[in-house]
């Protein structure tokens, strides 16, 4: 695998991704990383980021974030709003299948 190489593929609920590994897998640098979850806007913030442990969703709220920042040139808050947006919309249709599996 050459060090421009995403990863694709999904991640078991009960796996979890480094700080290095999240930010390879989503094509930045792990400042990139760091900044957000210091700011807020990305996971809990509450731990050493350098030892924190980032979840599938994490990854999936970072790859919407980087889309959302380079397709849009939006800055950092714009992007986690949106993926804030998104994510509820995500749990909302999840509701809406489970009591009517027709939709």
């Known amino acids: 695998m050459q060090p421009n190489d995403a990863l694709i593929g999904h991640l078991l609920d009960d796996e979890?991704?480094?700080?290095?590994?999240?930010a390879h897998?989503?094509?930045?640098?792990p400042a990139w990383v760091v900044e957000r979850v210091q700011?807020?806007?990305?996971?809990?913030?509450?731990v050493t980021v350098?030892?924190?442990r980032f979840s599938?969703?994490?990854?999936?709220?970072?790859?919407?974030?980087?889309?959302?920042?380079?397709?849009?040139?939006?800055?950092?808050?714009?992007?986690?709003?949106?993926a804030?947006?998104?994510e509820e919309?995500?749990?909302l249709r999840?509701?809406?299948r489970a009591l009517d599996p027709d939709t």
Do not use: K
């Not at 979890?16 to 999240?22: F, G, K, P, R």
């Open 16 to 22: 979890s991704l480094t700080l290095e590994e999240l």
């Open 56 to 82: 599938s969703l994490d990854l999936r709220r970072a790859r919407r974030m980087i889309h959302i920042e380079r397709g849009y040139d939006a800055v950092p808050e714009l992007a986690a709003l949106v």
């Open 25 to 29: 897998a989503c094509g930045v640098a």
């Open 89 to 91: 919309m995500d749990r």
């Open 39 to 46: 700011a807020g806007l990305f996971s809990d913030g509450t």
């Open 94 to 96: 999840t509701r809406l």
């Open 50 to 52: 350098e030892t924190q």
């Open 84 to 86: 804030d947006m998104l």
